[in-house]
Structures are given as C-alpha cells and as structure tokens.
C-alpha cells in the first residue's frame, strides 16, 4: 500500500508516498480503508525528526498521521461492536498511527462512529484537536455561565474549543488575528481580540479560565487576565511548553496551572459526534489536498498561516 512519511532532517525533510505493507489488525483493532487524515503540527514538530534518525541508524520510517477516517475492512479477534463496512473515525497517540495511508490499524477503544452529518474529511479533522479541546475544557472545569478565554481561537484546536465552550453555555472570548475576528465570531465567540494590534488588552471583566490552545502564553502572561481562583490550561507542546508549566506550577500552584495531553477514547469521540449531530459543532478545514500532495499538505500547516485543520483526502472523492 501507499502511505506518507518524511524523508531528512530540519530544512531538508521532504515529505512523500512510499510502499508499505499493508497492516495487520491485533485483537482490539479494525483495519479501516482511508478515507481521509488530517496534518498535525506533531508530525512535523516531531516524527520527522524521528524519522530522520531512524534512517541514518537504517531502521524504517515510521508512516504520518494519527487522525483517521474511513470504513471498517477487516477486525481483530476481540473487537465488539463494530462491523464490516463501518463508517468510523480515530485516533490513537503513539507515533507509527500510520493514518495518512491507504489502510490504518485502528484500535476500537480509541474510536466511534463517524458522525452521520459530517463527510469523511469533516470527521478526519476532529480527534486530535476536537479532543484536546474537549480535554482542555474539561479540566479547565468549564461549565455554564463559566467566562472563558481562548488563545488561538481560530487554529485546529481552537476553532473546536471556541465552539466547544459555547456548547457548555460558557461566555467565551477568543484571541486571534485580525484576517481571522470574523471566523470566530461566526464559531460563537461572545468577544474577540486582535493580537496583532499594538498594546492589544483584553476585556477589564476577569476570566474564570485561559485555554491556551497553541502553548504560547505561560501563566505569568494571563494571571491578569484571570479571577483569583481562575484555572489556565495549555495545550502542551514540546518543551517550551514544558518549561512554562513546570515554572506556573511553582509559581501559581497546581490548582490554577494545568496542561492537557490528548487521551483519545471513544466516549470523547462519541461526545464530539453527538454534538456534531446536534449541529452544536462543526469542523473548521481550512484547505484540503490530494494524497500525491501531501508534501503540499504539510507545507500548509508548518506555514503556521491554517485556519482550522489540513485535510489529506487518502481515498479520491
């Protein structure tokens, strides 16, 4: 089968389809047909690198991608629940996924069904950063009524968290740039703020949380922002996000600063689906590409320039 992986180091990494075997599914998994991925920054932040090292010891690459979504073509020995011929939709964590590829192992744990109103390219978009924001929500103890903000409202994460939010009944505010106040106003968002404007302040009212979906403003940088008690969630990534979390927690306590790792599981996935059913959630994609372009893909998302997510549309619509 054909799948993408990336090729070199730092500037040099190319990113292309090569031949692969076709994988096997273990007890808990479904083989699915792909129908669609999406591009993550960990792709290219980290398994590229990764990659890059594994061919100069000469061990294989690993294959891109942890978003899936397609149709079930073969099961494992445990899997319950589905069937052949499922449409459904994943992710796990660890990083040979594999899913932008023609066939995908997915482990049924970490999965659901595919949203009856989304296309299949609506549906690759969502689990790493539908559930990190659902996540990041959670443990930022949003609720009704809660005032939240939200730190780059308009990219993958944060066009689902700006959404999320308003689902939950929270006031939401959400942070972006100028080419993008009208996006996330149409997502929900009760106020926005303009990054880009010299000296830019955010509304005198405090905040019962900060979401930091792009793990770039440390506590120190939003503690005015918040209420005495408000909590500040980070999407965690990499180790300037890292370095920021183990210093908030000195200096703020465990309480008030607290990060999220995506933990896919298919209640989350299910959760998300329902609310995509209830027309309460929608996928923002902000450019979709050939599997023969997936090197195109991954420019666009490293461009830092998405509004939403990149799709790689595996199997041809």
Known sequence: MKAATSLGLGGSTRFELRDFARPEPRAHEVLVEVHASSVNPKDWKYITVLNGLMRRVGLPPFVLGDDV???????????????????????????????????????????????????FSEAAAMPLAGLTALQALRAAEIRAGSRVLILGASGGVGTFATQIAKAFGAEVAGLCSTKNLELVRTLGADEVIDYTQPNFTVPERKFDAVFDAVSRYPM??????????????????????????????????????????????????????TLCEEGKLKPVIDSEYAFDDVGDAFARSRSGRSRGKVIVNVKPR
């Open 220 to 273: 120190s940088a939003c503690a005015s922002w918040l209420k005495p008690e408000g909590i500040h969630v980070s999407a965690l990534d990499g180790v300037g996000g890292a370095v920021n979390l183990l210093r908030d927690k000195v200096a703020y306590g465990h309480r008030r600063a607290r990060f999220v790792f995506v933990a896919p599981n298919s209640r989350d996935l299910s959760t998300l689906g």
């Open 69 to 119: 979504a397609g149709v079930v073509v073969e099961k494992g020995a445990k899997v319950v629940g589905f069937e052949m011929g499922d449409a459904v939709y994943g992710m796990s964590i660890y990083p040979n996924t594999g899913a932008i590829a023609q066939y995908a192992r997915l482990d049924t744990r970490r999965a659901a069904r595919k949203p009856s109103n989304l296309s």
